[in-house]
C-alpha cells in the first residue's frame, strides 16, 4: 500500500525500517557507526545522478525521467539509513528537527539571509 507523505507520519516509517531490519536479523550490524557510514554512501550515490548536470538540468528532472526514479530510490535508502539510526539511537526525529530549526533560525536570521547565501552567519 503506498501513502503519501501528508498521511505517513515519521514513526510509520521508523517501524517500516524497524519491522524491515528485524526481519533480516540486521541489528547485529547496525551499530551507529555502520549506519552513519551507510548513510553517507547513499548520500554520495545520490550526489552520482547530479554530478555532470548544470543547475538547472538537475531542476527539470520529472517522474517522466529515469534518472528521477534513480534518484527517488538513493534518496529513500538516504532516510532509510538516517531512520534507521534515530531508531539504533532512540532519537525522536520529530524533536531533533525542531530544535535544530530553532537554532538555524538563531544562526540565519530571514531578515539577514534573504536570497543570500554564507558559509559562515559571522562573516
Known sequence: MTLPDSSTTVD??????????????????HAPKNLSMSLAIEAAELMEHFQWLSV?????????????????????????????????????????????MVRNEQKYPADEFRGKYRSDPQA
Open 56 to 100: 538547472d538540468d538537475s531542476r527539470q528532472l520529472t517522474p517522466n525521467d529515469g534518472n528521477w526514479q534513480a534518484v527517488a530510490d538513493e534518496l529513500a535508502d538516504v532516510v532509510c539509513y538516517a531512520l534507521a539510526l534515530a531508531n539504533e539511537m532512540e532519537i525522536d526525529l520529530s524533536t531533533a528537527v525542531r530544535h535544530k
Open 12 to 29: 510509520d516509517l521508523k517501524q517500516l525500517v524497524r519491522r524491515f531490519v528485524e526481519q533480516r536479523d540486521w541489528q547485529q550490524f
